[in-house]
């Protein structure tokens, strides 16, 4: 989740301008409208308009409220595939056509709002949800769980606590819910009084206190063992993020690239690699 996304609008510089110049007066004014006003743009997901064409799956399941699952049968252990805010499946195009033809079974949720553009409204817990409907609603056990983004932090937060993946790779993932607020509303300008009124709007929306969405302080939880992936050069997720999950969990070990930035990385032949080496 993050701002650039929102701000990558045709009229390019203008529109950017104008959208901070109008925080950065509203939140000096009403704080509490300009964090309303942040907070729908910061909970509306925009998916890619261009998407690659993947294998279709060869099967669809509706589990949870609003999740879908689309599953590929394979006689090997099953992988789950979890996009990032405003994201979709076939960004991980070369990686699924990877686990394909290793024979992996393979799930890849897509959270409310996700499905199509125009979708509606959707938040962080709507990805945490979507685990743990996956989770529960399987009969298989989920050997390896990889998700990209707030896809990733949403496999260290999700709520079966019965439940720990064998591995968990996290790809360009926050490491809590705050820096992302945060970052937010520096971008777009807000003051502390509309940062301060963002977080009430956010817990509103999620059900959750922000900062209880610490997906580093729960790394533990996830998986017996976690691979962190994270491009020294991500505009949209700080590289200290992925520093953050090793430093909180012993058993995460730190990949880093450098020049791939946030999402080229998820096609990256060399990261590809490492990852399917990981899960082996």
């Known amino acids: 989740m993050n701002v650039r996304h929102y701000l990558n609008h045709p009229d390019g510089v203008s529109m950017r301008s104008v959208l901070k110049v109008y925080f950065y007066l509203l939140s000096r004014i009403w704080p509490t409208m300009a964090a309303k006003h942040a907070g729908k743009l910061l909970f509306t997901p925009r998916l890619p ?4 064409v993947i294998p ?3 099967e669809v399941l509706h589990v949870g409220e609003g999740t879908r699952v689309n599953v590929w049968r394979g006689q090997g252990p099953t992988i789950m595939l979890l996009h990032g805010w405003s994201g979709a499946v076939s960004q991980f195009s070369d990686l699924l056509i990877r686990l394909l033809q290793l024979g992996y079974r393979v799930i890849a949720p897509v959270p409310k709002g996700h499905h199509c553009q ?3 409204l959707s938040h962080p817990g709507e990805f945490i949800r979507s685990v743990d409907a996956v989770i529960t609603g399987q009969a298989v056990e989920v050997h390896a769980a990889i998700g990209h983004s707030l896809g990733g932090a949403a496999l260290a937060l999700h709520n079966i606590s019965t439940t720990r993946f064998s591995k968990a ?7 809590n819910l705050t820096g992302v607020l945060h970052r937010f509303a520096t971008m777009l300008s807000l003051n502390h009084r509309g940062l301060n009124a963002l977080y009430k709007v956010a817990d509103s929306r999620v ?9 580093a ?3 533990y939880r996830t998986a017996k063992q976690v691979l962190v992936i994270h491009d020294t050069q991500d505009k949209e997720v700080p590289f200290s993020e992925a520093e953050q999950f090793v430093k909180t969990y012993p058993f995460a070990r730190l990949y880093k690239t450098a020049g791939l930035g946030h999402r080229r990385i998820l ?3 060399e990261v590809i690699n490492e990852i399917i080496d990981f899960i082996q």
């Open 267 to 269: 096609n990256s032949p």
């Open 49 to 52: 308009i261009r998407q690659v």
């Open 118 to 120: 125009g979708g509606g």
């Open 169 to 175: 790779v996290l790809i360009g993932a926050p490491a």
């Open 217 to 219: 302080g729960n790394l």
């Open 207 to 215: 059900g959750t206190p922000h900062r209880t969405l610490d997906a």
């Open 56 to 58: 279709e799956p060869d």
